[in-house]
């Protein structure tokens, strides 16, 4: 069973930086095996997500410019960059692992973390 937990979530101002991370373990395959994603929002609005070996990526259009996803296989971590946080960026922030195939949508994706807290104040 693969199992996810996202940290680095807090209360933040306007124009700052924030880096969420992600950390995988379990699961009978290496990390390059695992598509990983960020979603936010309980209805799960799409933010980034990155493939196996980092070779292919996508963001949200609201997220371009600001937002950069990557991930380090030795250490089964990913990360969320974000920039120029906005107060319309407050939401809880999800991480999410799947096949090898990188999609957008929530059904996408088998395993979740429960989440971290991010609030941007204006």
């Known amino acids: 069973q693969v199992r996810l937990v996202e940290s680095g979530g807090e209360e933040v101002q306007a124009g700052d930086s924030l880096k969420l991370s992600c950390a995988r373990s379990?699961?009978?395959?290496?990390?390059?095996?695992?598509?990983m994603a960020w979603f936010r929002h309980l209805e799960r609005e799409f933010v980034a997500a990155i493939n196996g070996?980092?070779?292919?990526?996508t963001v949200a259009d609201f997220a371009k410019g600001r937002f950069t996803i990557y991930r380090d296989n030795a250490e089964d971590m990913v990360y969320l960059e974000m920039n120029n946080l906005k107060p319309e960026d407050t939401a809880t922030y999800f991480c999410?692992?799947?096949?090898?195939?990188?999609?957008?949508?929530?059904?996408?994706?088998?395993?979740w973390g429960r989440g971290t807290q991010v609030t941007v104040t204006s």
């Open positions: 999410a692992a799947a096949g090898p195939r990188m999609g957008s949508k929530p059904w996408d994706y088998h395993y």
């Open positions: 379990g699961g009978v395959f290496s990390s390059d095996r695992y598509s």
């Open positions: 070996d980092s070779t292919n990526s």
